[in-house]
C-alpha cells in the first residue's frame, strides 16, 4: 500500500518532465491574410517574432490562410509581407497553450503609377491617371540616400539630363537643350519658383528646403506652359514638402563623407491643436569642391575650392474648417562660397542669398497664393574680370485658381497668373540699362477633362500670356487622349505648345565679361549684351572698309568713339610696334624690325582678315564677311510637342512606361556667342608683300624667312591658342550700346529646329525583397549645323543623345534593411555655351545601403557611395573633374 503513492509520484513526475517542454511548445498563431475588399492573399509571408533573432513563420495558402505552430509562451510581434501590398505589423500578440487567431488585412502598396500628384494638372490625380510622363521620388528613397543637393535624387529618371559641375553645383534640363547658368526646367517648391529672381536660373544649393522636409519630388516631362505659363517649355520639376499635421516629428541627421563632405540638418513639426500646425528646419554643409582637369588660363585669380552653404524654413499652417487651409513660409538660403559657372566664365560665389516668403490658402477647389522671392548676390564677381556681380533682384508672383465639374462626365480648372519682376544690380550686370529692366507677365488658362466614355478622356487647355516687353500676346494650346482599357494601363497622345520669354539677361544684359589679350595692355574689352528692342546692325557704309565694313580701333591704336573703314593695312604699323618686343626676342634683327616699322602697305598690297574671338582659348577664327548677320530683337522661343505615351501596372509586379515625342522649335534663344569680329592683316599677303620689301635690304633668303616668321606674329594663324596676332580692330554694331572698341557677345534667335526622342522606364519586382529597375532615353541628335537652323553659329543639344541607367535593390522591411547598385551610362556630347568643349562617355557604378534598426525606432544609418570605381569624368564644359564620393548618414526621428 506504502508503495502506491510513490509510484503514483513517479508517474506524475514522469508526465511532467513531457508535459512541460509539450506545453512550452504547444502555443500556435492562425489566421486569414486578406485584401480590404476581402479577397484572399495567397503567397503572403507571415513571421511571429519574439525578443531576439529567432522567427517563426508561414506562408499563407491559395485562401489566404496561415498557420505558425509550436511557439513559447509569450508576447509576440506579427510581420506580413506580401509583394505589391504595405508591410503590416501587430504587435503584442499573446500566445499560451492552445490557438491564437489573428487575422490580418493589408493594403496594396501605391505604386510609383498610383501614386497621387498634383503638378502635371495642377490638380491631384494618379500617375497612372496622368496625360503626361510623370515621375516621383519618395521620401524614403531621398532618406535613405545621403545626398548633398536634391539633383542627385533624380539622375536616373527616364528624360532628365543632370549635368554636375561639383558637389553642390548641377544643371537639371528635360531632354536636352542644357546650358552653362540654365532656367530651362521650371522648378518649384510647394508650389512657388524656386529659381533666382532676375537672372531665372536654377541653382540647386540656393534652394532653401533640405532633404528631410521633402515629402516628394515630382518630375513632369514635356511642355507645361498651358498650365504653368513662360518658360515651362522643358518640363517642371516639383519639390513638395511635408505637411506639419501629417509629419509630428523632430528628425536630426548628421551627414559625412570624402572631400571633407559634412552636413548637419534638422526639422522639427507639430500641431498645438487641430487647427494650428508648425514646422521649422535648417541645414548646414561645408565640402571640398572637385577641381578641373586643368586651371582655367584666363582666370585672373585661382578659384576657392571651399564650399559654404546653410538654409532653413518655418512655416504655419491653419485649418479654420475641414478642407480649408491656409499656409504662411519663410525660407532662406545663403552659399557662403561656391564656384558657380555662368555664361561669362565662372563665378566666385560669396554670401549670395535667396529669400522666398509665401502665404497661400486653399478651400475646396479654390486655390490662391501670393510669394515673394529675392536675391543678393553678396560680393560674388566673375574669375575673368574680377567684376562684382550685383544681384538685389525681387519677385512679386500673385496666382489664383479654381475648378467645378458638370456632372461626372466634365471638369474644368481655370486660373489667373501674375509676375513682376525687378531687376536691381547696382549697374553691375544690367550696367546702362539700370533704370529700364523691370518685367510684368500676366497669363490666364482654362484647362478641361471631358470624360466622353469610361475609358476615354479628352484632356484639352488653352493659356494666353502677355509680356511687358514683348508686342505681341503668346497663345499657348494643349490637347490630349488618354486611353484606359483596364484600370492598369494608361495610353496617351498628346499634342503642346509651350513658350519661353526672354529673360532679363536676353534683354538688359550689359556687363564686361572679359578681355583681350587676357594679360598686359588691354586692347579690346569683351562686352555682354542683351538684344535692345532695335536689335543690333552693322554699320555697312564705309568706303574703302573690306565689304564696307566699318571698324572701332582701340585707344591703344589711336582710334576713337567713331568707327573708321574695317581695313587692316591702315594700322600696319601700329601691329609692327605692338609686336616688335615679341618679334627682336625672337630673333629677327633690331634693324628689320625698325625697318618694317616704317614701311606702309596698301590695302591691295596686303588685305584684311576676320576672325571671331574663341571665349574657350583665346584663340581667333576666320570668319567671312557673309557670315555677319545683324540681330534680330528677342522673340519668345515656341515649342510644338507631339508625344505618344503609354504606362501599365502589370499584376502588380512590373511597372513599365514608354514615351515617344517630337518637338519642334522656332526663334529658339542660343547662348551667347561672339557677334563681333576682330580685323587681322591678312598673313598670306602679308608674308607676300614682307619679302618683297625686306629682300633689297637683307637678302632673298633672309628676306623669306624673316617674313616668314614675322607675319604669323603680326597677322595670327586661325583655331591656334599659342599665335594670336596682333588684333587691330573690332567690327561693331552701330548701336549706342557698342560705341567703345569692345567686342560683343550676345544672344540671338535662330530658326527653326526639329528633334525627336524617346523616353522607357521599367521596373521588376522579382520577388517580396528584390526588384530591378531601368531606364533609357534617346534624342535623335544633338548637333545642330548652322545651315540647318538658319543661324551663324552651330548649336548643340548640350546633353547625350542617348543615356541609360539599371538599377537592383534588395529592399528588407521587417528587418530595416536596403542596398541598392545602381549603373548609369551617359554618352558623349558636344557643347556650344559660351565655352564650348566635348564631354566625353562616362560610366558609372552606385552603391547604397542603409539600416533601420529595431532596438532604436526613428533610427537610421546610411551610405552612399557615387562613381564607386572612381572614374574621373568631367559632366559640362568648364566643370570639375568628378570622382568617387562616399557618404554615410545617421539620422534620428522621435
Known sequence: MSASPLRRLFIVLGLSLFAVPAA??????????????????????????????????????????????SLGEGSYSLTVTRIGFQLQRIDGVQVATGIVTTDVTMSPIPSLLEQVVTTASRAPEKVLDAPASVSVVTEKEINERPSITVTDHIATLPGIDVARGGLMQANVVARGFNNIFSGAMLTLTDNRFAYVPSLRVNIPYLIP???????????????????????????????????????????????????????????????????????????????????????????????????????????????????????????????????????????????????????????????????????????????????????????????????????????????LDYQHTIPKTDGSINGRNENDDDITEIGGYLHSVTRIVPKLELVSAVRLDDHSRLEKKVFSPRVALVFKPTEFQNLRATFNRAFSTPSTNNLFLDLLAGRIPTTGTQLFGVRALGVPASGFTFKRDCTGGFNSLCMRVPAAFGGNASQIPAQASLLYRAAVAAASARLIAGGVPANLVTYMAGLQ??????????????????????????????????????????????????????????????DQKRNFVGPLIVETPNVFLDRATLQTYLTAQLT??????????????????????????????????????????????????????????????????????????????????????????????????????????????VTG????????????????????????????????????????????????????????????????????????????????RMQLSF
Open 601 to 662: 602697305p596698301t590695302s591691295a598690297e596686303v588685305t584684311t582678315q576676320l576672325r571671331i574671338l574663341n571665349t574657350a582659348n583665346g584663340s581667333f577664327v576666320d570668319v567671312a564677311p557673309t557670315d555677319l548677320r545683324d540681330v534680330a530683337p528677342i522673340l519668345p522661343t515656341t515649342n510644338s510637342t507631339f508625344e505618344l505615351g503609354y504606362k501599365a501596372d502589370i499584376a502588380q509586379r512590373v511597372r513599365f512606361s514608354i514615351d515617344w515625342w517630337h
Open 24 to 69: 512550452a511548445q504547444s502555443g500556435s498563431i492562425v489566421g486569414r491574410v486578406t485584401a480590404a475588399d476581402g479577397r484572399p492573399i495567397p503567397g503572403a509571408r507571415v513571421e511571429a517574432r519574439a525578443s531576439g533573432p529567432t522567427a517563426f513563420g508561414a506562408t499563407t495558402d491559395d485562401n489566404g490562410q496561415f498557420r505558425i505552430v
Open 696 to 805: 633689297p635690304v637683307a637678302g632673298a633668303a633672309t628676306a623669306a624667312a624673316v617674313a616668314a616668321s614675322v607675319a604669323p606674329a603680326l597677322a595670327g594663324i586661325s583655331g591656334s591658342n599659342t599665335v594670336t596676332g596682333v588684333p587691330l580692330g573690332v567690327v561693331n554694331f552701330d548701336h549706342p550700346l557698342s560705341s567703345a572698341s569692345d567686342v560683343i557677345v550676345t544672344y540671338r534667335n535662330f530658326g527653326k529646329l526639329s528633334v525627336w526622342g524617346a523616353d522607357v522606364g521599367a521596373e521588376w519586382l522579382l520577388g517580396d525583397r528584390f526588384s530591378l529597375a531601368g531606364t533609357f532615353s534617346h534624342v535623335n541628335k544633338d548637333f545642330f549645323p548652322r545651315s540647318e537652323i538658319g543661324g551663324v553659329q552651330d548649336i548643340a543639344l548640350n546633353a547625350p543623345k542617348s543615356k541609360a541607367s
Open 809 to 888: 535593390r534588395f529592399n528588407d522591411v521587417p528587418r530595416g534593411v536596403t542596398a541598392d547598385l545602381r549603373f548609369r551610362r551617359v554618352a558623349s556630347f558636344p557643347v556650344y555655351s559660351f565655352i564650348n568643349g566635348t564631354i566625353e562617355r562616362y560610366q558609372l557604378l552606385d552603391a547604397g545601403f542603409s539600416f533601420r534598426p529595431a532596438v532604436l525606432r526613428g533610427g537610421l544609418w546610411a551610405l552612399n557611395a557615387t562613381n564607386l570605381l572612381n572614374k574621373k569624368h568631367t559632366e559640362f564644359v568648364g566643370g570639375g573633374e568628378i570622382g568617387r564620393l562616399v557618404m554615410t
Open 209 to 415: 528646403t533640405n532633404n528631410e522636409d521633402i515629402e516628394r519630388i515630382e518630375v513632369v516631362l514635356g511642355p507645361g506652359a498651358a498650365l504653368y505659363g513662360p518658360n515651362a517649355a522643358g518640363g517642371v520639376l516639383h519639390l513638395i514638402t511635408k505637411s506639419p499635421f501629417a509629419s509630428r516629428a523632430t528628425t536630426l541627421t548628421i551627414d559625412g563623407g570624402g572631400r571633407d563632405v559634412f552636413r548637419g540638418g534638422f526639422r522639427t513639426a507639430g500641431a498645438v491643436s487641430e487647427k494650428f500646425g508648425y514646422k521649422l528646419s535648417y541645414d548646414s554643409f561645408r565640402g571640398n569642391d572637385w577641381r578641373p582637369a586643368q586651371r582655367d588660363p584666363a582666370e585672373m585669380v585661382p578659384r576657392d575650392f571651399r564650399l559654404r552653404r546653410q538654409g532653413g524654413e518655418a512655416r504655419v499652417d491653419f485649418r479654420p474648417r475641414s478642407g480649408s487651409e491656409i499656409t504662411a513660409n519663410y525660407g532662406r538660403a545663403v552659399a557662403g562660397n561656391a564656384v558657380e559657372p555662368t555664361g561669362l566664365g565662372p563665378a566666385q560665389v560669396r554670401d549670395w542669398q535667396f529669400n522666398t516668403y509665401q502665404l497661400r490658402g486653399r478651400t475646396g477647389h479654390l486655390f490662391a497664393q501670393a510669394f515673394v522671392n529675392t536675391s543678393d548676390a553678396g560680393n560674388t564677381f566673375l574669375l575673368r574680370t574680377l567684376q562684382p556681380i550685383k544681384d538685389k533682384s525681387t519677385q512679386f508672383v500673385g496666382q489664383v485658381q479654381h475648378g467645378f465639374d458638370l456632372g461626372l462626365r466634365q471638369s474644368f480648372i481655370y486660373g
